[in-house]
């Protein structure tokens, strides 16, 4: 049995397409149509999945959507209601949006599955899931276990904002919800919103602005902004937020509690905003660890599954795992919308056809999430010549060796390789790797590669068999969403002046063996790197550590701020000519940017707006 998910309409759409209950290929549409983000109909993303099957349209048994378009119409509407005469304004622009785009959804996705499909029955083959439920299916379903306690939360999906579910075989049982407009995730895109970054987007970087600052303001927000129960649950005090009726996220009320306007994208950074980020994040772990702590009392379970957009704060998740209330935690690795896609297909399998669940050995079912396009190296010589690269082509060894020779010089190596990565992060097929050795490397890398803030902290990729001699954490990894503190006798002890530096002026300072991806509190964002699911990147990681000791990488993805995450080759020869990348890798082609034509250099720093 195939089924195709959709996810669309909002950010993040995506395609996934299982058989059987195994998954064949998931990705985003923005990777396709280089719109960071975008919100369209999935047309390439289903595309891709309908060929990596080896199928057309019509041989879909059933396409699920990710969520129910009508209850979020009947939210909006009983919002305005409930708020009338206030946001007017805002009412009178939605609701125009809401009639010619939202609300006939389910006509909009038939007529474009017709153009595909034009003899097939969708009236009858189209299901509808809701928003929560995927995003529960997206995490329990793939998970290497056969019953867990299941927490989603994220903005808001249709009502609901925050689910607990029970999983247990083949069945997943939603227990109960916490309901709009009482969101931790709007929450945080209200400090967002408020230090200056793009809300849906900006969120991980307050997460990674945090460590700068103090979390002087969590008393205020706990006594002001929200009513945090002991078992976790919580409400909003809407005195504070404009979301529900206006068009933006905070209100004047909420600028005099912190004592002065929102900040603009182009406002310096201050220690206020970095103590706003430390605080944001210290409630928002709080309520995670209080509704994990009561969630395990309550079933006895010992395995949590995580998905929705909040599941993507790795460094709440790595408090988590340190608490013990659950001895063991799985996260979708597409934990946002886009992952929706693959939790409606797995509702729809085993839950409207009763499909039996098959575990995978103790493993999860992602595949290491590299599920996206692939291409083969006649494919990739053949592209590379065409727009005029000049490459060499190396067989498997030499290849392994040249790349870790570079990295080991400090070299930036953009690293192409294999399928694609479903989710936000690259994990070793679309990345950007450096020497974690290097004290220069990580503002190298954001200045002069990624053009973005350069308090951005980098990710390091370590084998899994030597995770445990460089950070405080001994389990699986594999997708970027735990974070934990380097070894301590890896750290380097701070003098008393520059412990004394507040914020930023701290970026330069080396705290570690590894300082390009230690974060100003010691902490990184782990991935495990297995040579079960990417035995090339393994083998890469092994023969820099042979050469330097070190089993570890920078690992970011591979783009430049504001554009998506590279998926063809052409893709990724452009990025490497607008960036200072020195080294590209595709495939067995290895391509010098000394060599390259200079005509064909691009200004990529200017050609991405803010992300």
């Not at 994220?154 to 247990?168: F, L, N, R, Y």
């Not at 919580?234 to 529900?244: H, M």
């Not at 990724?572 to 005509?599: H, W, Y």
Request: glycine content about 8%; proline content about 4%.
């Amino acid at each position: 049995m195939r089924i195709l998910g959709i996810s669309a309409f909002y950010h993040d759409s995506a395609a996934t397409l299982i058989a059987d209950g195994r998954i064949v290929a998931a990705a985003q549409e923005e990777r396709f149509t280089r719109i960071k983000h975008d919100s369209n109909y999935p047309a390439q993303a289903i595309d891709y999945c309908l060929n990596a099957g080896g199928i057309s349209l019509g041989d879909v048994d059933y396409v699920a959507f990710y969520d129910k378009p009508f209850l979020k119409f009947e939210r909006l509407l009983e919002t305005y209601v409930a708020f009338a005469p206030r946001g007017f304004s805002s009412f009178s622009k939605a609701i125009p949006v809401w009639i010619k785009e939202k609300l006939f959804q389910k006509s909009m996705l038939t007529d474009k599955l017709k153009e595909a499909a034009p003899d097939f029955d969708w009236e009858q083959r189209l299901l509808f899931s809701e928003h929560h439920q995927s995003h529960a299916a997206s995490a329990y379903f793939p998970s290497p276990f056969d019953e867990a306690v299941v927490l989603t939360m994220d903005g808001v999906g249709e009502w609901a904002t925050a689910s607990m579910a029970i999983g247990h075989g083949s069945d997943l049982n939603m227990t109960r919800e916490i309901h709009w407009p009482h969101s931790l995730g709007l929450l945080y895109s209200a400090l967002t919103y408020y230090t200056g970054f793009r809300v849906n987007s900006g969120e991980y970087k307050v997460m990674g602005l945090a460590p700068y600052g103090e979390p002087i303001y969590r008393d205020r927000i706990l006594d002001n902004l929200i009513d945090v129960k002991a078992d976790g649950s919580f409400r909003l005090n809407l005195d504070y937020f404009d979301y529900c009726t206006g068009l933006r996220m905070t209100n004047a009320r909420f600028d005099a509690l912190f004592e002065g306007p929102a900040r603009g994208a182009d406002e310096l950074l201050t220690q206020k905003h970095m103590d706003l980020a430390a605080s944001i994040q210290s409630v928002t772990e709080e309520v995670m660890l209080r509704l994990s702590r009561s969630l395990a009392v309550e079933t006895g379970s010992k395995n949590l599954c995580l998905a929705g957009g909040v599941a993507l704060n790795c460094v709440a998740n790595g408090k988590l795992l340190r608490d013990g209330a659950f001895e063991n935690i799985w996260i979708q690795p597409a934990a946002g919308d886009a992952g929706g896609a693959l939790g409606a297909a797995y509702l729809a399998y085993h839950r409207f056809q009763d499909k039996p669940r098959i575990l995978n050995g103790g493993a999860d079912s992602m595949a290491g999430s590299y599920l996206g396009p692939d291409y083969s190296q006649d494919d990739i010589e053949s592209r590379l010549s065409v727009i005029g690269a000049n490459y060499s082509v190396l067989d498997y060894e030499t290849l392994i060796s040249t790349v870790a020779d570079a990295l080991a010089s400090e070299n930036a190596i953009g690293w192409f390789q294999g399928r694609m990565e479903f989710g936000p992060r690259s994990l070793g097929g679309r990345s950007i790797l450096g020497d974690p050795r290097s004290p220069a490397m990580q503002k190298n890398l954001n200045l002069k590669v990624k053009y973005r803030e350069s308090f951005r902290p980098f990710a390091p990729s370590v084998l899994r068999e030597d995770v445990a001699d460089w950070f405080e954490l001994d389990i699986d990894s594999p997708y970027m969403l735990m974070v934990a503190d380097v070894k301590t006798e890896r750290q380097k002890a701070m003098s008393p002046e520059e412990d004394a530096l507040f914020g930023i002026d701290k970026l330069n300072i080396a705290r570690s063996d590894i300082p390009a991806v230690t974060h100003v509190d010691y902490s990184a964002r782990i991935q495990t790197v297995h040579a079960e699911t990417n035995p090339r990147y393994h083998a890469l990681i092994s023969a820099f550590k042979s050469r330097t000791g070190c089993p570890v990488l920078v690992n970011t993805s591979f783009n430049v701020r504001g554009e998506p995450i590279v998926c063809t080759p052409e893709d990724a020869f452009r990025c490497f000519m607008g960036s200072e990348l020195d080294v590209l890798a595709i495939g067995n082609c290895v391509l010098l940017k000394t060599d390259q034509d200079p005509a064909l250099k691009l200004d990529y720093k200017n050609a991405f707006e803010l992300d």
